[in-house]
C-alpha cells in the first residue's frame, strides 16, 4: 500500500477511534501532501510523501526547540507528540554508527586533510547515506564531518611539529 494511501486509512480509523490528537496530526499531514500534490500537478510518489513528512518533522523540531526556549512546556510536549506521529511513517533513520563509518570512509577515499574538504566530503557521504533508503539527518552528518574533518587536521598539525 502506497504510503499516502496508508496515512488516509490511520486517519480514519483515528476519527473511528476519537483520537483527536492523532486525527489532528493526520490531518495537517493529509492537508500538506494535498497541497504538495496540487503544486507538483501529479500523484505523489512514495518519495515525494517521505519528503513532506521530513519537512513536517523538521516544523515539530523547531517548534519544540523555540516553545522550550519561551518557557511553554506544555506546548513544546503536544509538539512532542505530533512529531512522534510523523515520524511512524518515515523509514528508519540512519543511526550514529553507520554515519560515523560512513563519513571516515569518504574521508579516506577523497583524501581529505582537513575543513577545507568539507563541501567535497559532505557532498558523498548524504549520497551515500541516502542511498541506504533511510532517513538521514543532514544537521548530524554535518557535525560528524565537521568534527572528524577538524580532528584530522589538529592531528596533522601535532605531527608535523
Same mark, same amino acid.
Given at each position: 500500500m502506497a504510503l499516502a494511501e496508508q496515512i488516509q486509512k490511520d486517519l480514519v480509523q483515528a476519527m473511528k477511534d476519537k483520537d483527536a490528537a492523532r486525527v489532528s496530526v493526520l490531518r495537517m499531514i493529509s492537508a500538506a501532501l494535498k497541497n504538495k500534490q496540487i503544486e507538483k500537478r501529479?500523484? /505523489? &510518489?512514495?518519495?515525494? #510523501? #517521505?519528503?513532506v513528512l521530513k519537512t513536517q518533522?523538521?516544523? +515539530?523540531a523547531e517548534s519544540i526547540e523555540q516553545f522550550e526556549k519561551g518557557g511553554r512546556p506544555e506546548l513544546a510536549a503536544k509538539e512532542r507528540q505530533e512529531? /512522534?506521529?510523523v515520524e511512524s511513517y518515515l523509514p528508519e533513520a540512519v543511526s550514529a554508527d553507520e554515519v560515523a563509518e560512513v563519513v571516515a570512509d #569518504?574521508? +579516506?577515499?577523497i583524501g581529505a586533510e582537513g575543513p577545507k574538504s568539507m563541501g567535497? #566530503?559532505?557532498k558523498e557521504a548524504m549520497t551515500r547515506l541516502q542511498a541506504t533508503g533511510k532517513t538521514v539527518d543532514g544537521k548530524a552528518v554535518n557535525s560528524m564531518? $565537521? &568534527? $572528524? /574533518?577538524?580532528a584530522l587536521a589538529k592531528?596533522?598539525?601535532e605531527g608535523s611539529k
Open positions: 501529479a500523484p /505523489l &510518489s512514495d518519495e515525494d #510523501v #517521505v519528503q518533522q523538521k516544523q +515539530r512529531k /512522534l506521529v #569518504v574521508i +579516506r577515499a567535497a #566530503v559532505m564531518v $565537521k &568534527s $572528524k /574533518l577538524e592531528g596533522e598539525t
